[in-house]
Structures are given as C-alpha cells and as structure tokens.
C-alpha cells in the first residue's frame, strides 16, 4: 500500500455531474466537480447540508453512477463499467465506511468483517483469518464473536472500518463517519483513521465538524454541487477547536496547538 | 462458498420464528405429506397385494377351476354375473379330466370347505374352516406342518378321519397339552388330530391359523354331508411360463368334457392370481392419476406462499440488499443468496412433510394389514418437487432483489 510515489493520482474526476429529476424539477447534486486526490492522502471533505457531499462519495465508491462526466480511478475510467465490474471496484478497491454502521445485526462481529471476503471469493480458513486480524487492527480482537447490539457505537464503527479494510483497498471512504457518535468516541474513531492514514490508507472523509476535519491534510469544500475551494493548507482558525479535543481526551499534552494536533499540513507519512 | 452461509442463515430464521415458518410451510408439508403417505401407502399396498395376498390365497404359479369367478375388476357387468351364477357346479368327474389334462403340473389339489366349529373336551372354537384337501392340498397352498405330519395319500384313499389343524384352533383346544393323537370333534364328527400347522398370521393368516385340514374323501362324507360338490380344483406349475399351455389343455379338456359349442362361454371360470391383479392395477392407476393432481395443487398454494414471503423477505431486507452490493456482492451473488433461502424453506418444508407422510403411513399400518413401505425413490421425489418449488417460487422474489439499485437500497426505510 505504501505507494513508491505518493504523488500518484488515485482519484481523478473531471466535470462531474449528478442530476436528480424530480418530476418537472431538476437538482443539480454535483454541478460538475473537478478533483484529484492523491496516493495516501487524508482528504476531508465539507460543505453545508445538501451540497452534494454524500453523492460526491456514492460516485467516488461506486455505488452510484454520475450523470456526466469522467471519473478515473487507480487509471481506470469507472463510468462506463456494467454492474458486475463496478461490484468488483466495491469489492478491492474501495472500503465504505458509512455513519449508521450498516452491519448486519444477526451476525457476528467476525462474520460482518467476513462479507466482503465472500464476495471476493476468499476461502473460509483465510477469510477467518483475515477478518480477525482487521479486527485486531481496530482493537477489537476480543469482541469478534459479538453481534451489533452487544456492541458501543463506537465498537460497532470499528467494525465497520475493519470491513471497509479487510480486503486491502485503494481508498477508505468514510461518511461521517463519526455523525452518529458522542465526541469521546469520535476522537477514538479519529484515532483508528489517523493510524491508518500513517500506515499509508489514503482516506476521503466527509464530516460537519472542523475538529474531525482537522486530521485531515486537505480539505475539499462543496457548495451548490460545485468545489468551492481546495484548501491544501487547513486554515488556522480550525485548527483551534482540533487541538481542543485532542487535549480534552489527553490532558497530559500541553496545551499548545502546534504539539498536540497530531497531523499538520504537508506532513505526509 | 457462500452457499452453506445462505443455507445456515436460512435455517437459522426458519428456527427464530418456529411458529411462522411452520404456518408460511403448510402449503408444501401438507403437499408432500400427502405424496409420501400415498406413494407409501400405494406402495406397501401393492407388495401386500402382490406379494402377500394373492400369493396366500390363490398361490404363486398357480391356476384355479373354479364354479364362478370371485374378484372381479369392475369390468364384469350384471348379465355376465347372472349368467356365471348357471354353471355347473364342479364334481369329482371334473376332476378326472384336469388330472389327465394337466399331467405335466408340479401338483395339482382339490378342495372344498365348510364353515363350523371344532371342540376338544371343555374347549371349543367356532368361525372356523374345515377344509377338505387332496394330498397336495398343503403342497399347492404352500402350508408348512409345524408339529406331527401333513396329509397323505393313504389318508385320503381311506377316508381316515385324521386332521392337520391351524395354529390358533391348537391353542385354543390345547393350551396346556400336546395336541397330537387327540380325538377332536368337527361339526360332531370325530377326528385323529396327527400335525398342527405353522402359524402364518397377519391378515390372510387368520384365515389358515383357524382352519383344520381333512382329507378330501372324509369331508365328502361327514362334514360335507353327502354334498358332492368341488369348490376349486388347483393347479401348480414349476414356472410361470408353463401357466399358459395348460390353462389351454385344462379349458378345451373342459369344454370337450362339457360338449360346449365353438363361441359358447365356459360354464366354469379359470382364475388366476391375475383377477386380482388386475383389479389392484385399476385401483393403483386411479390412486396414481389422482395423486399428482393433489399433490399438486397443494405445492402450487405452497409455492406462492413461499414466494409471498421471499418478496417480503426482500423488501424488508432491502437495506441489507444494499449493504452486500456495496460491499460487492454480483447480482448472481443476490440471486444465488435468495433463491437459497427460498429452496431451504421449501426443503424444510419438504422433509417435514416426508415425516408427517411415513407417520400417518404408519400409522395406518397399526390399523390395518397395510405395511409402510418408505421408498428412496419416494424421498426422492419430495425433496426434488421441494426443491423445484423452491427454486420456482424463489426465482421472481431474488430477481427483484438481484435488480436493486445498492444506493437506493441502501437509503431505504
Ligand atoms: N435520491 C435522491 N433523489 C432526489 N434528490 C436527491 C437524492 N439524493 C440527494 N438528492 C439531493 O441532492 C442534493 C445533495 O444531497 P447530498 O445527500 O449529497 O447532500 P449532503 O451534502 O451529503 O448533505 P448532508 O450534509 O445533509 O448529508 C440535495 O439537494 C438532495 O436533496
Ligand atoms: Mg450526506
């Protein structure tokens, strides 16, 4: 994963668009979007409610198909590929991380990180494999035989990102990761991703709140279905409230915004 | 594979909601309960028929001149019944001419019976058959002597009032003795009892087990009471094929005998364990006409109950649905998942009726002389016609669900 040259594209998209025809109404979702996100970069993306965010993510994972436009993933133009190669980009090349969990409630936590295995036809011995040692990368190798609802929100997002990882993706899209969790656990989930991130996992995270966007190296504003600016510097006035958090769950640190944020611009892995 | 996961998960809602997955199954367990209890039912019944009743009453390999014929098929109508009830009663003198017309049979035997009772001391027994039998009586009935001897030659050539008795008259008359040597009385007429039957039992045994067996001459001239009739005169051949030649030689010698014309009927009937046969056939083929049609209609209101469910199924999991294609799952991964889940209901279904089918087979077995015999071919075909209905019912429902869009899908509810 630790690419020999990080400054590969991995996601590239030009002009674009998501209609949605609502009767006589058109929304415009994506007004034709522009981006390119790099080889282990840590992306966050924000913008108001109704910008576009989640359908910029549905179309960056596959899960959705643009109106127009191109989208060229690891080199590959995604557009025009039929269902079954778009489930097999699902599949390796992305892992979704969503903010209701999406884990099947009557199966284990083993079991869910399992899925995208069955699909990628891993045999169950290595699948078994595989999926426990994801779920040890979340801290969560004493819970596998555990189902959601014996699980902590934030247990249960674990879960979810040791699925989104499990079969090795080129990209780690999560959004919101951390919506449906109080700022304790938010800060935990931050965790995981930041070790991720350093492990080399290029991740595109959409999130309401500068603190958590405050992890990432570059932040991508959508407004109106368009890119309203590609800050590769995050912004001083955002990075105050990070350092904040951060400080609130390790008081040990100073309280010097410098030190305590992890993660500072241009500092790659 | 997925494909034991699919199937695990399936039992494992089958076995969460117990009381709705039995309801939702009902159509296909009463299908195939009805399929296997026919097919065993029909089944036990022909090898009782075939095997076991035909072959006790009328022997194996064998031919019967009787007065009259006695199982008739249905075909018979009433002008041929009443003119049947004219013939001649059959007599000694007829069986001089099957003797000599059938001379190449392993045995041949005649008879005739009465119906009475048998008393030793304090003990008696009435409902019972006498029999008078030629010496190859026992031979062409397949009867075994248990104790003691069978009839011979002699015995008949004498009229010696000796009799061989069933097993239930010896218990009955001697529960605590040896029945050998004993002087029993038979409708008042005094016999040397010199062998005691094997015990057949069953249904057609009881018939055997309380009968006692005199020579031919000796009935003719006690119990018979100077009644000259022959029931039946039987005739046993070492093959099958044989049958056919002397059933000829035996009806022309009988014809010639009786100075019948060309093209008149007999006016006596050659009966073979084929009357019976061939009336179990008829019985068989409408039982096996009308099974499919029942059985039928019982899977296709199961079916689409099954089918009901899987789209409820679907649309209740649409979310789910969503989640797997996100994380990959081909639409053929969709479908092969449903359409598992639905063969699992309908084979569940399938097996539970294949039980409740052999237990109320057997069931009918407790009550009746009707062995249940369960069949791998019948098995078979439930768990095939499960499947098939699985599979059929399952289709459209994973279809639909193979077809969702994953965001929309994942935006549900
Ligand atoms: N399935 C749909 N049908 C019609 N319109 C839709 C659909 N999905 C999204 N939209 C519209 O597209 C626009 C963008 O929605 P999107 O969900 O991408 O916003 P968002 O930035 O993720 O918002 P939020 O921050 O509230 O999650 C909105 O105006 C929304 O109403
Ligand atoms: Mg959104």
């Known amino acids: 994963m630790n690419a020999d040259s990080p400054t590969d594209a991995i996601i590239v998209t030009h ?106 036809g891993v045999s169950s011995k290595e699948r078994h494999r595989k999926a426990a040692e994801a779920l040890g990368i979340v801290q969560l190798g004493d ?7 014996e699980l902590s929100g934030g247990q249960r997002q674990r879960v979810a990102i040791a699925r989104a990882l499990v079969n090795d993706p080129s990209i780690l899209l999560a959004d919101e990761p951390t919506g449906n969790l109080d700022s304790n656990t938010s800060d935990e989930i931050m965790e995981v991703f930041e070790n991720l991130h350093k ?47 951060v400080e609130a769950t390790t008081p040990a640190v100073p309280l010097d915004p410098t030190i305590s944020s992890p993660i500072l611009p241009g500092e790659a892995v | 594979m997925h494909f034991w996961e699919g199937i695990r998960l399936s039992l494992q809602q089958i076995w969460a909601q117990k009381l709705k997955s039995f309801f939702s199954l009902l159509g296909i367990i009463i299908g195939i309960t009805f399929l296997i209890a026919v097919i065993t039912m ?44 004219r013939n ?120 055997r087990d309380a009968s006692i067996l005199i020579p031919f001459s ?45 093209g008149e009927p007999n006016d006596f009937h050659l009966q073979t364990s084929n009357d019976l046969l061939s009336a179990w056939e008829t019985i068989n083929k409408i039982l096996l006409i009308a099974l499919p049609a029942l059985v039928g209609i019982s899977l296709v209101v199961g079916g689409i109950v099954i089918m009901n469910i899987m789209l409820l199924s679907v649309s209740d999991r649409t979310r789910e649905i969503g989640l797997r294609k996100s994380l990959g799952a081909k639409r053929k991964d969709i479908l092969f998942q449903f359409l598992t889940e639905a063969s699992t209901l309908s084979i569940v279904g ?35 016609l499960g499947l098939g209905v699985g599979i059929a019912s399952g289709f459209y429902p994973a279809y639909r669900a193979s077809k969702l869009d994953p965001i929309e899908a994942l935006r549900s509810e």
């Not at chain 2, 100077?226 to 039946?232: C, I, K, L, T, Y």
């Not at chain 2, 000829?248 to 014309?261: K, T, Y």
């Open chain 1, 199 to 245: 492990q080399g996992q290029t991740i595109i995270m959409v999130t309401h709140e500068f603190d958590i966007a405050a992890h990432a190296q570059r932040i991508i504003t959508l407004v109106d279905g368009k890119v309203s600016s590609h800050d590769a510097e995050i912004p001083h006035h955002i990075l105050v409230p990070a350092s904040r958090t």
């Open chain 2, 218 to 262: 000796s009935f003719q001239r006690t119990v018979a009471e100077r009644r000259q009739e022959v029931d039946q005169i039987q005739v046993k051949v070492n093959e099958a094929e044989e049958m056919a030649p002397l059933m000829v030689s035996v009806e022309g010698a009988l014809r010639r005998d009786r100075r019948l014309r060309p």
């Open chain 1, 15 to 120: 002009n674009l668009t998501k209609d949605y025809v609502m009767g006589a109404e058109t929304v415009h979702a994506l007004a034709g979007v522009d981006v390119e996100i790099k080889r282990n970069e840590y992306v966050a993306i924000m913008g108001p409610s109704g910008s576009g965010k989640s359908t910029f993510m549905n179309m960056i994972g596959c899960l959705d198909s643009p109106s127009g436009g191109e989208y060229v993933l690891n080199g590959q133009p995604v557009q025009d590929l039929d269902d079954d190669e778009l489930a097999r980009i699902r599949n390796r090349e992305i892992g979704f991380v969503f903010q209701t969990f999406n884990l099947l409630p009557r199966a284990t936590a083993l079991h869910n990180v399992e899925l995208p295995l069955i699909y990628a």
């Open chain 2, 88 to 207: 001649r009663e059959l007599r000694m003198h007829d069986v001089e001419v099957v003797l000599e017309a059938a001379a190449g049979a392993r045995n041949i035997a005649y008879s005739a019976s009465s119906g009475g009772e048998v008393r030793y001391g304090q003990n008696s027994r009435r409902n019972i058959r006498i029999i008078g039998g030629s010496a190859d009586y026992e031979a062409v009935q397949g009867w075994k002597v248990e104790t003691g001897r069978g009839l011979t030659a002699i015995d008949d050539k004498q009229a010696l009032q000796v009799a061989v008795i069933g097993s239930v008259i010896a218990e009955r008359l001697f529960p605590t003795t040896s029945p050998l040597d004993k002087r029993i009385r038979a409708n008042g007429y005094r016999f040397r009892v010199v062998g005691v039957l094997e015990t057949q039992g069953g249904f057609t045994g009881n018939i």
């Open chain 2, 42 to 85: 029909v089944e036990g019944m022909d090898r009782y028929v075939k095997e076991d009743f035909a072959g006790s009453l009328f022997g194996v390999n064998t031919f019967t001149v009787i007065r009259r014929q006695q199982v008739t098929t249905g075909r018979t109508d009433e002008a041929e019944r009443r003119r049947q009830r």
């Open chain 2, 350 to 384: 399938a097996i539970l009726g294949i039980g409740a089918g052999f237990g109320l087979a057997k069931l009918v077995e407790l009550f009746s002389p009707l062995p249940a015999s369960l069949s791998v071919g019948a098995i078979l075909s439930a768990v095939v």
């Open chain 1, 143 to 149: 819970r596998m035989d555990h189902k959601p609802n």
